[in-house]
Each structure stands twice: as C-alpha cells, then as structure tokens.
C-alpha cells in the first residue's frame, strides 16, 4: 500500500496547468505577432528603401565616373531604372551586377528628375549624369506614390541621401 502515494505525487509532476498553457500562448502569439508586423513594412517604408538604395548606386556610379574616367548615367520610369556608360559610339546600358538595370520594390506613380537633370536627346526621359569631377551640382530625384513623396538628393559632393519631407 505505500507504493500508491508515490504514483500520485508522480502524476501531478507529469503536464503543465491550464495556467502554465496560456501564459506559453500569450507569449507565442506577441512574438508571432511582432514578427509579422515588422515583416511587411508599409508603403512609405517599402518606398524609402528604394530611395535608399537608388542613394547607394547613385554614390556608387558618382566613383565609378571618376575611377573610370567616363561619364555613367541614370534614367528611371515607373517601371524601374538603368544605368548607361558613355562610349564612343553613344549611351550604352551597363549589364554589370550593381549597375544592372532595376525594377523598384513597390513602383512609383511618379519618378521626377527635379535638379541636376540633362535630356537624354533622343525626346525619352532626363538622365542625371554623374561625371569625372569630385565636385559636381547638386542632383535631386523625386519618387512619389500617391500622397507619398521620397526625395533622392546629392550635395554636389558624391553623397546622396533619401528622406520623406
């Protein structure tokens, strides 16, 4: 007959409570949760990151102008964007990895070049030209997707930066 209780304190050891089970899902479910709010940024995040990287490229062809003694352009639409080297029969598109041409995470209503834009010649769209010069004018490219507004801008001295007003 001893044997009997040790079978009961071992059995109320075994499994968790009700309580210990909520508390474990109300954790899982705020972690779950902030997991997924910060896996899907909005429009205006999704919207700042491509001008943050157009900033990127922009700082990067502005040194590869320079290092490679020719002018490197830019055009964009709403479709996405390329890159152009100058040679000596014209504009030809770059086809290497970082100046591949790019489509936009979340494509703008609206790509605007508001300073430093030159026209392409050919009647298409402005191409900002980034040249041999350490300093150059300043450059401005505008993203706009319905009410929402990233400007892309160069101080003239190989740094861009993105920013929503």
């Known amino acids: ?49 491509d001008g943050q990287r157009i900033a990127r490229l922009f700082e990067l062809a502005q040194e590869e102008a320079q290092l490679g003694a020719r002018p490197i352009a830019w055009e964009g639409s709403t479709g996405g964007w390329r890159f152009l080297e100058s040679t000596p029969n014209g504009w ?36 900002l030209i980034f040249g041999r010069e350490l300093i150059d004018s300043p450059q401005r490219v505008i993203l706009v997707r319905g009410e929402i507004r990233v400007d892309v801008a160069g101080d003239g001295g190989g740094r861009y930066f993105a920013s929503t007003p």
């Open 1 to 49: 007959m001893k044997p009997a209780p040790r079978r009961r304190a071992a059995c109320r050891l075994r499994g968790f409570t009700l309580l210990e089970l909520l508390v474990v899902m109300v954790i899982a479910g705020i972690v779950i949760s902030l997991v997924a709010v910060n896996a899907s940024p909005n429009e205006r995040g999704r919207l700042l990151d």
């Open 92 to 127: 030809i598109p770059m086809r290497t990895d970082v100046f591949a041409p790019g489509q936009w995470r979340l494509p703008p209503d609206q790509v605007i070049v508001a300073e430093g834009g030159r026209n392409s010649g050919t009647g298409g769209q402005p191409r």
